[in-house]
């Protein structure tokens, strides 16, 4: 594994997450070489001592979280690997066919009940990669692309640009040019990371946004993008029947805190249906396309390209509001 490891991160053209190859990623970080990296980082400083040892409920709980999450990133069904993990007897094992699994007896079966490893369990933690991956997959997407609609342009990699017509100044040719003028508002509200990107010692930022996280993103439509406050105000809780521009951004960020901070990896069958109507609902008015979202609720692995190619105009007024 160790050989594939490195193949993948000399060959793959993957770009290394937010901390770099070979260290662990953020939790907040879902891209392929993070999830790559969370894998490699169990198998280096876990494998050895869980194969010698008994492991505290603790301990194993949080490792599954982060495995079933990382293989859910790069592909693997969530249903299909948590059958594998836990051995459920349901309608999904039977269709896993002629798939070759571990088989362990009845006592075993029995000891991993005992501990909390039960088929309810299963349906929390796959509660909990559902919202998780809609969250900060299909959420970080539609705040970049929020972003992007308020400033439609080509991003020019180029030194010099033509001077606009109407106002004898040169056009902004990347997002450095346009979020120079909000450097000492956002600059502020960003974590160091992102303000370095944003806002390097030297030269302009001339990416396409896609370093940003959903914090970042929200800074930036917040401070940056001249969007009118919902009801509460920026950084509150909105009502429920607000549905304005501002609102779903705010559920976007409030739900990815949730997530975040959610230490069990788990969310309730009772919590699970109104955390997952309002959130769709939200990403759905922010322009997500609902067949994708629908999709994500059999494999979180929905492609940047799948997304791209599903996108759909936003069909609230809320979409065009301008602060005032």
Not at 230 to 240: F, I
């Amino acid at each position: 594994m160790n050989t594939l490891y490195i193949l993948l991160q000399e060959f793959g053209d993957f770009k290394p997450h937010s901390n770099g190859w070979g260290k662990f990623p953020n939790d907040d970080d879902h891209c392929i070489s993070a999830n790559i990296d969370r894998i490699e980082f169990l198998r280096k400083t876990k494998l050895n001592r869980y194969a010698n040892s008994d492991i505290a409920e603790v301990e194993f709980r949080r490792t599954y979280t982060i495995l079933v999450h990382a293989m859910a990133g790069l592909g693997v069904n969530v249903q299909m690997l948590l059958d594998l993990l836990y051995l459920t007897n349901s309608k999904d094992t039977e269709r896993m066919g002629s798939m070759q699994t571990t088989q362990f007896s009845r006592d075993n079966q029995s000891h991993m009940k005992e501990n909390g490893c039960t088929s309810a369990l299963n349906r929390d933690a796959i509660h909990y990669i559902h919202i998780t991956y809609l969250t900060l997959d299909v959420g970080t997407i539609v705040l970049r692309d929020l972003i992007k609609q308020r400033y439609p342009f080509k991003v020019s990699h180029e030194d010099t640009s033509e001077p606009s017509k109407v106002t004898g100044e040169p056009k902004p040719r990347s997002y450095g040019d346009i979020f120079e003028h909000s450097k000492f508002i956002l600059g502020p509200k960003l974590n160091y990371r992102s303000r370095m990107v944003l806002f390097p010692k030297q030269g302009k930022y001339k990416g396409h946004l896609s370093e940003f996280d959903i914090p970042a993103l929200y800074s930036i439509l917040r401070f940056a993008c001249n969007i009118k406050p919902h009801r509460k105000g920026w950084g509150k809780h909105p009502d429920d029947d607000d549905r304005t521009l501002s609102a779903n951004i705010e559920r976007i960020r409030i739900m990815r805190n949730d997530v975040v901070h959610n230490s069990s990896g788990k969310i309730d069958k009772i919590l699970y249906p109104s955390m997952l109507n309002n959130l769709k609902q939200a990403l759905s008015e922010l322009g997500a396309n609902e067949k994708v979202l629908d999709a994500i609720m059999d494999s979180p692995a929905v492609t940047q390209s799948q997304l791209d190619h599903s996108k759909k105009p936003c069909h609230t007024s809320a979409c065009s509001e301008k602060g005032m």
